[in-house]
């Protein structure tokens, strides 16, 4: 991927059938259909937009949110909004967010009609009772179920999602989370750690004491036997939560990863490009509001710093296990990775987190199981 084309597009719709009690993004329950039907005017107009600086796109990334809960009718006019604006080629990536509750056979058939070639299935757990307790709205049948209708429709790129160190789950049910998922063989899985965002629900029945967070240990454990299942799958691990077979890491990601340039349309979206990052009103009715009365919604613009863009290469570097390219570095910042910060480097060395091979700096397996920690030491 040329790092400095203007290659990725994300479009976020943040609409639910309901809200998970963990979940932290910008998403709510769907409103009626005229809101919903405002709203992809308003992303239309957006993307139609003359200023934007949309071109070839090797990546295209519909989110949320729950972008399935759009009828068919609806992606249809994203995409052909997209396809008019921009070319993106039979080798571009073009990627989908599903939940199982909102797909059946006929929607995915059109999703692959319409030219995604890769479904990122909210998965989650295969455990109904872990399923019930998240305030997920599918259960494990229904999960496999989709996954199978996908495979049928023609997807040979599905991600499935699972999440782990969820209150009250045992490693013995984490393992069979991870069983039935290399069981059904998606060409990549996402692993994440349950985090407690502010302003969910379960981040104020922590708060009152009614749940607590999965223990340190317990939850070490789980990304450890994730890793080693994935492996023992034929899974590559290239981010710290992620896992692809080979040929199937996820290049919209790897971008983001990589600090590449892309364009976000819709509601709370950002976007970033040569060192400028802006991003949209989050609230969808505001959103909606903006574009109609002056076709942009704005609400927050920065210019990063050289400091700032720094500690993003390393930040973002790092959570790749295969950690940062020296010379590549060098070549985009003018010094090497070990320059920027040498303490921060010296204290992970010292400490068991960091090694250093041919110059290129990686996270340990230790240094990997505190990575938000480690990467917290580069803050400018
Ligand atoms: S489906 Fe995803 S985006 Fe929607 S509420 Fe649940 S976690 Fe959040």
């Given amino acids: 991927m040329n790092k400095n084309a203007l290659s990725s597009a994300y479009i976020h719709v943040p609409f639910c059938l309901s809200k998970c009690r963990y979940c932290g993004f910008n998403s709510a329950p769907s409103p009626g259909t005229e809101e919903i ?147 059904l063989c998606p060409e990549h899985v996402s692993a994440y750690s349950l985090t407690f965002e502010p302003g969910t629900e379960f981040s104020a029945r922590r708060a009152a004491g009614a749940i607590s967070p999965c223990d340190e240990d317990l939850e070490a454990d789980m990304f450890l036997t994730a890793r080693e299942m994935l492996a023992g799958a034929g899974y590559e691990h290239y981010e710290v939560s992620n896992y692809a077979k080979p040929g199937f890491r996820s290049r919209h990601n790897l971008n983001y990863w990589h600090c590449g340039d892309y364009l976000g349309f819709g509601a709370g979206a950002h976007s970033h490009l040569g060192g400028r990052r802006w991003a949209n009103a ?46 590549e570095f060098r070549s985009s910042w003018g010094l090497g990775p070990l320059a920027y910060k040498p303490e921060a480097w010296n204290s992970l060395a010292s400490e068991g987190l960091l090694l250093v091979e041919q110059g290129n700096p990686r996270l340990t397996d230790k240094g990997m199981l505190i990575a938000d920690s480690c990467l917290a030491r580069f803050a400018p």
């Fill in 282 to 327: 989050e609230p969808y009715a505001e959103y909606s509001d903006k574009i109609e009365k002056g076709g942009k919604a704005i609400a927050f613009v920065e210019t990063l710093t050289r400091e700032q863009r720094l500690f993003e290469a390393v930040f973002l570097g790092l959570r790749m296990p295969e950690g940062i390219d020296a010379i």
């Fill in 37 to 183: 039907e405002r709203y992809c005017r308003a992303l239309e107009k957006e993307i139609r937009d003359p200023e934007s600086e949309i071109r070839d796109l090797e990546t295209v990334y519909f989110g949320g949110g729950t972008p399935t809960v759009l009828s068919a009718g609806q992606m249809e006019y994203l995409i052909s909004a997209l396809a008019k604006r921009a070319s993106f080629d039979r080798g571009a990536e073009a990627t989908i967010e599903a939940n199982p509750e909102t797909v059946d056979l006929e929607k995915l058939r059109t999703l692959r009609a319409l030219g995604f070639n890769r479904l990122s299935l909210g998965v989650q757990s295969f455990d109904d009772n872990a399923l019930r307790f998240l305030g997920r709205a599918h259960d494990s049948r229904r999960a496999m179920e989709a996954f199978e209708q996908a495979r049928r429709a023609g997807f040979d790129n599905i991600g499935t999602d699972l999440i782990h160190g969820i209150p009250g789950q045992s490693l013995a049910q984490w393992e069979n989370d991870i069983r039935k998922t290399t069981d």
